[in-house]
């Protein structure tokens, strides 16, 4: 089955500057790969997602590549806010529409 | 409301004890599915339900973890024989038909195996 691993666990970074999470998956017949961000008590919400058609996708500060000859998608994040401060969450899913979620990033957005 | 529900919120229960947990989906979303949350751990998949198809149980960690859904709708997460390793907070998400696409998550039941 489809297994999706993300790193980094923790990321700091100062108000204003960039933020990056990177995720790879294992299963290459995946074509669906959402982003969900969850606050505390919250559950995930989806903040951006992308298909294997297109390689980007921009949402004002945010925007998410693939690379599907990698099988590597990454989320990025400019101009960052305290309220971004949250656990985001990259997931990947295929044929049988069961979403497989990594393990989670928290980001720090330090003043 | 419109959004996903769930309930317990909280569920605090003794080592042995049977547990159910409900989810009520957002009404039209044909896709259900249940994820458990533990410290460190992401999001864990256990079930899927789309329509009136055979649910993709392939999650589920054990025999003492089973999941209905009723009419299409309603979701029960019944776990047997409760374990101190049970302790998380489960999720439900529902998601409309056609492919995978946006899921909405209700905010969880935090169990509690004491």
């Known amino acids: 089955g489809e297994n999706v691993e993300q790193h980094p666990s923790t990321l700091s970074v100062q108000e204003g500057d960039s933020a990056v999470i990177k995720c790879t998956y294992s299963d290459s017949a995946s074509n669906y790969f959402p982003w969900y961000k969850q606050e505390l008590g919250k559950g995930p919400q989806l903040i951006i997602d992308i298909r294997s058609n297109v390689g980007e996708k921009k949402d004002q500060r945010i925007a998410v590549t693939l690379n599907k000859t990698a099988k590597h998608f990454s989320l990025h994040i400019t101009e960052t806010q305290p309220e971004d401060s949250a656990v985001y969450f990259c997931?990947?899913?295929?044929?049988?529409?069961?979403?497989?979620f990594g393990k989670g990033t928290r980001l720090h957005i330090l003043p | 409301g419109a959004g996903v529900s769930q309930s317990p919120s909280n569920k605090v229960t003794e080592k042995g004890k049977d547990v159910e947990l409900r989810c009520d989906p957002i009404?039209?979303?044909?896709?259900l599915y249940w994820y458990r949350q533990s410290l460190g751990q992401g999001l864990e998949f256990l079930i899927y339900f789309q329509g009136n198809s055979a649910p993709d149980k392939s999650g589920l960690p054990s025999d003492r973890f089973s999941a209905e859904r009723t009419g299409g709708s309603v979701s029960t997460l019944t776990i047997q024989r409760t374990q101190q390793e049970d302790s998380a907070v489960y999720l439900c998400?529902?998601?409309?038909?056609?492919?995978?696409?946006?899921?909405?998550f209700g905010e969880g039941s935090r169990l509690t195996v004491l």
């Open positions: 997931a990947a899913s295929g044929w049988d529409d069961k979403i497989i």
């Open positions: 998400a529902s998601s409309l038909a056609g492919g995978p696409g946006e899921l909405f």
């Open positions: 009404s039209g979303h044909t896709a």
